[in-house]
């Protein structure tokens, strides 16, 4: 995917989460676009940057990859806080809570304090998920089913991009369809809510469940940043503390139908 230059998009705070690198479905190519095109003082990755799990079962690094991490290490070194909260799939990680490398802090969980005031707790959420706590060989199940859906979006998105139509995630779809997968949601939601009531914090920023959403849940402000394998997501602070979900696949596409025609070249809103 080409980068496209363009004046950057400065924002206070950015979170993101559920990256899987190292996975085939991570959509490293749009991250890639987003992190070179913003700029923040503070950048949280909220678990599931590096997928473990799935490169124990096969090992997949291309540059891309490679280029996402050292951009995010170059933000930390030059105009970015970058503090790192590990998942459920990058868990091994958790075994370095406390230290820092490359002015990358790793924690636990964290809490945020926004322009206007706001304490937000922010960490991965995977610790709310009832499967993971109860059965983690049914997760990776679910994990591999979740993958196979994955590859076939990919080719879903070929066929789309032919026709001229934009990014679209064949898995968002069929989750948000399925009564079960919504009342997983309802749930998970309602317990993070929870969870950050007792530890006294107006809100929470979480990632995970792979769905972007901020709503109040509970009597706090419930943050989820989404994923960067389905919809591309992150979530930004505004410099007057104000929350947005910004959806970089969306932003991608209205940027490619604002380029003139006389280019004679088609941009494709999605790359191979």
Request: charged share 25%; glycine share 8%; aromatic share 12%.
């Amino acid at each position: 995917m080409a980068v496209h230059q363009m004046k950057s998009l400065r924002y206070r705070s950015i979170f993101i989460s559920d990256v899987h690198l190292g996975f085939r479905g991570c959509r490293a190519d749009f991250l890639l676009d987003f992190l070179r095109n913003t700029e923040c003082e503070y950048l949280y990755l909220v678990g599931d940057i590096i997928d473990v799990w799935e490169m124990k079962n096969r090992m997949f690094w291309p540059q891309e990859h490679n280029n996402v991490v050292r951009t995010i290490l170059g933000k930390a070194k030059h105009d970015s806080k970058v503090i790192y909260i590990p998942g459920n799939h990058d868990e091994m990680f958790r075994e370095y809570v406390g230290m820092e490398f490359g002015n990358v802090s790793v924690q636990q969980d964290a809490i945020h304090v926004t322009a206007d005031g706001k304490r937000l707790l922010v960490l991965h959420g995977d610790e709310f998920d009832s499967v993971m706590q109860v059965s983690k060989w049914l997760a990776k199940l679910g994990s591999r089913v979740y993958d196979w859906l994955l590859y076939c979006n990919r080719w879903v998105n070929v066929f789309r991009r032919k026709l001229g139509f934009p990014y679209w995630s064949l898995a968002a779809y069929l989750k948000h369809k399925a009564k079960s997968a919504v009342q997983f949601i309802g749930d998970y939601e309602e317990a993070v809510a929870k969870e950050t009531l007792k530890r006294g914090a107006d809100g929470v920023v979480c990632g995970h469940i792979h769905h972007a959403e901020i709503a109040m849940r509970g009597g706090v402000l419930y943050c989820n940043d989404g994923d960067w394998v389905e919809s591309c997501t992150a979530l930004i602070e505004r410099h007057d503390g104000t929350l947005e979900i910004l959806n970089w696949a969306e932003h991608i596409a209205a940027r490619d139908a604002r380029k003139p025609a006389a280019t004679g070249r088609k941009h494709a809103a999605v790359p191979a």
